[in-house]
């Protein structure tokens, strides 16, 4: 069996969330029901070692990753507005790849820019690296979407900033960080590129979540 997985949320913010995993055979016929396999839910538990203090904690939004040992994790969106502290980390939960319907276990929380709203992890095979599209924080406002920035990492801990792809905070333009966002970025490698989609709040927008565009994005020659 060669399964496919993904992440899956359950829960509201109200409520909070609850982090899962469903996967199947990737010959299997995906309309049937009966053949994906799901996890149980795992909530938030703010016990965990290294979790932020104070705030609404929730997990959201993962990215299914295999790390450079092999194992399969779940590596979430730490939603930690309001907390101490308030921005910078994001928490991996382990995956059983070899019994799917096993319970997530927690991993590990890590250091990671960006974790305040939804991004994409994918491995490089040719520089042999993770790379993910992400939205930094450079002011007093962990909401802030108005920059997309290329990141990296030889080991899904260790994080680093490769340059600002998009950067509507620090060119002067008109409108300011409550308008603009280029946010939930999801992409491709193609060669030696990536191709990107940005929900994309600009040129009159409600405010910068409730975004009035889809845009495209080529990065070209990526690993330099």
Do not use: C
């Amino acid at each position: 069996m060669i399964p496919l997985w993904t992440a899956i949320d359950y829960g509201s913010w109200r409520r909070g969330f609850a982090s899962g995993v469903v996967s199947i055979d990737v010959d299997a016929d995906l309309m049937d029901p009966n053949n994906w396999v799901v996890t149980p839910f795992l909530p938030y538990d703010p016990t965990w070692l290294g979790t932020i203090k104070g705030g609404n904690p929730n997990l959201l939004e993962g990215n299914i990753v295999v790390t450079p040992e092999g194992e399969l994790v779940n590596f979430l969106r730490y939603h930690t507005a309001g907390g101490e502290p308030d921005y910078g980390k994001a928490i991996m939960l382990k995956v059983d790849k070899d019994h799917p319907d096993a319970p997530l276990r927690f991993g590990m929380v890590v250091d990671f820019p960006g974790n305040m709203s939804k991004f994409t992890i994918r491995f490089d095979e040719e520089s042999r690296r993770y790379y993910s599209l992400v939205n930094r924080v450079t002011i007093d406002w962990v909401s802030q979407r108005n920059i997309l920035t290329l990141i990296s990492s030889v080991d899904l801990i260790h994080w680093k900033i490769e340059r600002d792809i998009l950067n509507y905070q620090d060119n002067n333009w008109p409108e300011d960080y409550t308008k603009v966002g280029f946010q939930y970025a999801d992409w491709i490698f193609d060669g030696d590129d990536i191709l990107a989609v940005s929900r994309t709040a600009i040129n009159g927008a409600y405010n910068h979540h409730n975004a009035n565009h889809i845009t495209f994005h080529r990065i070209t020659n990526f690993r330099r």
